[in-house]
């Protein structure tokens, strides 16, 4: 799993610099609360696109414990072979974000507006449907002949309906410009892709208040990550096992954990990972709910029935946009 490392993480900034300088066991004492787990969950597997493996990480959970996010999938991961690779057709989009993070691999996004570009390791497009856009995913040729690995996670952001109707926007976020932790004891690698973690700030601009972080933990190591409290804390596991919250919840591949309200989210990996995967690999994500009606339908994310209705409307009258030919 690439992404972006480090070979020495001594030498990052360290997120417990910014905690309260009290001991583990005297948290609660000085009034900062680690974050409970309320519920783990494991995402069912389906096919997305034109026949691409993904895990529903969200399926299950109740839309309130996810607020502002809608969905997400981590695509694959999967080692294709030569002609194997698949992408997604040109679709609409109205009403949301879609925040494509590719891990391992490489993945082309083009868009109705002119936005677009090649992401890999490690490299994020935080595309803006807005008031709506048209938009296609798909591997490069070369990686279509020559096949190989794929690996990367799709999250959906809502809208507050203030801004459901903001111009559309694309960001191209590459890999070196996410902001590079360490954990306390320097056992963790962690990479800040958008929001603020103990006053390090992330490169994705956001319409709605959210953090979202990718976080390598090593075989036996505790991450201790300070959390804005009027967040909700989402913590999925992308590959190997560990513990999560005060009690060490187990927790392993393709599960996600609902995390209750507090002042930090903590994990740690197991001391004897299994023989695939040497770490433990998290995604965590946390956002101020926006706590307005969602209708989702399809590619539509709206406030209301009716408006997902004038979305298709819309759509087949080419007025979210057309594909370039």
Do not use: C
């Not at 991961?77 to 009403?95: I, L, S």
């Amino acid at each position: 799993m690439p992404a972006v490392t480090v070979d020495d993480l001594s030498k990052l900034p360290r997120v417990s610099s910014t905690l309260p300088s009290v001991a583990i066991d005297r948290r609660e004492d000085a009034g900062v609360v680690e974050r409970p787990v309320r519920s783990i969950t494991t995402a069912p597997a389906g096919i997305e696109g034109e026949g691409f493996p993904v895990r529903r990480a969200f399926a299950g959970v109740p839309m309130a414990d996810v607020d502002p996010f809608v969905h997400m999938d981590q695509m694959g991961e999967v080692d294709y072979a030569p002609g194997e690779p698949k992408g997604t057709p040109w679709h609409p989009h109205r009403g949301f974000e879609t925040v494509t993070y590719m891990i391992d691999g490489t993945f082309r996004h083009q868009d109705s507006t002119g936005g677009g570009g090649v992401i890999t390791n490690g490299a994020t497009q935080w595309m803006t449907a807005g008031s709506g856009i048209l938009h296609i995913e798909e591997p490069p040729e070369d990686l279509v002949a020559s096949g190989g690995l794929f690996h990367g996670i799709q999250l959906w952001v809502n809208l507050p309906a203030a801004a459901k109707w903001t111009a559309p926007r694309y960001q191209d976020i590459g890999a070196n410009e996410v902001a590079l932790l360490a954990s306390g004891d320097a056992g963790a690698l962690v990479r800040v892709i958008a929001g603020n973690v103990a006053g390090h700030g992330g490169p994705g601009v956001t319409h709605t208040p959210m953090t979202m972080v990718h976080a390598t933990v090593s075989p036996g190591s505790r991450l201790v990550m300070p959390w804005e409290r009027s967040f909700n804390a989402l913590v999925y596991v992308l590959a190997g096992r560990g513990g999560i919250g005060p009690d060490r919840q187990p927790i392993e591949a393709g599960q996600l954990a609902v995390l209750g309200p507090g002042d930090l989210v903590v994990a740690t990996a197991d001391r004897h990972p299994d023989s695939r995967w040497s770490s433990l690999e998290l995604l965590l994500l946390g956002g101020r709910p926006i706590g307005e009606p969602v209708v989702a339908y399809g590619p539509f994310v709206m406030n209301t029935r009716a408006e997902i209705a004038q979305a298709f409307e819309d759509y087949q009258a080419g007025r979210l946009g057309r594909a370039p030919r």
